[in-house]
């Protein structure tokens, strides 16, 4: 059974059980913040698989875990804000996966590593900017989230620090960011698919990490449903900082 696995998923098994546990640690992020899962899944699997390969699966997986989330967060959605937002990466997305395709992998390794740890300093720092209204504005972050989110599946980082820059309540920012990454990871992936970035075996990949990515989701839920978010937002920036520096460190080892 162990073989077969290897056969179809292309990895061995300590490798598989390394993604399911790194799965389901970002699961349970995404649960409970409604982002970081892209993150933390293209940060901690590109130690073992190669970015090519690593992003599409974080596509597949977002859209997964924002469809068990939608019913969920269904009434909270800032409507007005997500329609201009997913506006902006139709232009953005296919830019940042060209660039993900015909660029040599190591340097992607860097630029994912230092867009998280870029993100996640802002993040830890609160940074503010002006987010309320402006069609214009909006549809600048949602362009330049689609960038991101082609070239290294982490778009949502830049959307969390615009809306948390305003006076928008965690449960709303939850909704419109779990929305918002079901839009943008179904067009990602419809691209990845027309530059053949998808293949059996990582398809395979991905229906085997729906278990811990459904079980991660629900634990997170429970968890933000009965306590406040802050001790746990900070406790994902920290990890995922961490991550970060070891994908740099092991490339310049290399």
């Not at 699961?27 to 899962?37: D, K, P, T």
């Not at 599409?56 to 967060?73: H, Q, W």
Request: proline share 4%; with cysteine.
């Amino acid at each position: 059974m162990l073989l077969e696995l290897q056969v179809w998923t292309g990895l061995s098994p300590g490798m598989l059980f390394y993604a399911f546990l790194a799965i389901l640690i970002a699961a349970v992020i995404r649960g409970y913040s409604g982002f970081g899962f892209s993150a933390l899944t293209v940060t901690s699997l590109s130690l073992i698989l190669p970015p090519a390969e690593v992003v599409p699966t974080a596509f597949l997986l977002e859209i997964a875990a924002s469809v068990f989330m939608l019913p969920m967060v269904w009434r909270s959605i800032d409507w007005q804000k997500l329609n201009w937002l997913v506006l902006g990466i139709f232009a953005g997305t296919p830019a940042g996966l060209l660039f993900l395709a015909e660029v040599p992998q190591d340097p992607v390794r860097f630029t994912i590593s230092g867009l998280v740890l870029v993100a996640c300093f802002l993040l830890w720092k609160n940074v503010r900017i002006r987010s309320e209204g402006g069609r214009k504005r909006l549809l600048v972050v949602g362009g330049f989230s689609g960038l991101v989110n082609g070239a290294a599946g982490i778009g949502g980082l830049p959307i969390v620090l615009f809306l948390l820059s305003g006076s928008i309540r965690a449960e709303v920012l939850r909704a419109t960011i779990v929305a918002f990454l079901f839009c943008s990871d179904i067009y990602a992936t419809l691209l990845s698919g027309s530059q053949n970035l998808l293949s059996n075996e990582l398809l395979t990949r991905s229906v085997l990490f729906l278990f811990p990515l459904v079980v991660g989701v629900a634990v997170g839920h429970r968890g933000f449903v009965k306590s406040s978010p802050e001790s746990f937002r900070k406790f994902s920036i920290g990890l995922l900082i961490l991550l970060s520096l070891a994908v740099i460190v092991r490339g310049l080892l290399v």
